[in-house]
């Protein structure tokens, strides 16, 4: 049972617009809501991460949204460039752990 | 960000013999560890959590007597994958976090081969 599903397996955007990644989640209590980016053959990246107390976080071109009402998260890309091109998880600390339970996955695809 | 270096990046290894994944991390102590697996196409699935001086603490349906995990200091843990078999060939994921930390930093991963 999938406790934290990304909808789109992909995505593809045009260089200079908008990335909006989602990712839903169920029932469980989270304290932390955090992003990855990753590469084939790599580990993940840490983008951005939001408390369970807030509903907005930006740091330079990415934004993290958090609805806990709808249990939705989202990661805001703007402008996507193509070096943005990549995989993207959204991950979701337990309350009371400090580990990660991950999404499925976005591949997002930026077209120069 | 902080620094995470898993070794080797790769490795294949002949059925029925063991392996060892170290990861470090390089520029902070590591209170806490852990150990994720992914196949293609798939999420990272989160097998074991190890704090340092401590046993660690695996995953439901995580076998603790196949994948032996340590983490004898404050920079290092290691995977042993026991008696490998073909199917425990997938990609290995280490990430640790210091004492106070949020997010936690990744390693390179180590894709393992097992012939």
């Known amino acids: 049972d999938q406790q934290v599903k990304q909808n789109s397996p992909s995505l593809s955007v045009q260089e200079g617009r908008i990335s909006i990644l989602n990712c839903d989640y169920t029932n469980s209590m989270f304290d932390y809501f955090l992003w990855y980016k990753k590469y084939p053959a790599e580990g993940p990246t840490f983008l951005i991460s939001?408390?369970?107390?807030?509903d907005k976080n930006e740091d330079g071109r990415f934004t993290v949204f958090l609805n806990k009402s709808a249990k939705h998260l989202s990661l805001h890309i703007v402008p996507s460039q193509p070096g943005d091109s990549a995989v993207y998880f959204c991950a979701l600390q337990p309350s009371g752990t400090y580990k990660y339970i991950f999404g499925t996955g976005t591949r997002l695809k930026v077209l120069a | 960000g902080a620094v995470v270096s898993q070794h080797p990046s790769r490795v294949i290894c002949k059925s029925g013999t063991s392996v060892k994944i170290e990861c470090r991390s390089l520029d902070f102590q590591a209170t806490t560890m852990f150990w994720y697996r992914q196949f293609p196409k798939q999420s990272l699935m989160l097998m074991a959590t190890s704090n340092e001086g401590s046993k660690a603490t695996y995953e439901q349906g995580v076998e603790k007597d196949k994948f032996l995990i340590n983490h004898a200091s404050l920079t290092l843990s290691t995977l042993t994958v026991t008696s490998a078999h073909p199917e425990d060939s997938s990609f290995y994921i280490c990430?640790?976090?210091?004492?106070?930390?949020?997010?936690?930093?990744f390693g390179q991963g180590t894709r393992l081969t097992v012939v």
């Open positions: 939001i408390s369970s107390i807030k």
């Open positions: 990430s640790a976090r210091a004492q106070g930390w949020t997010e936690a930093f």
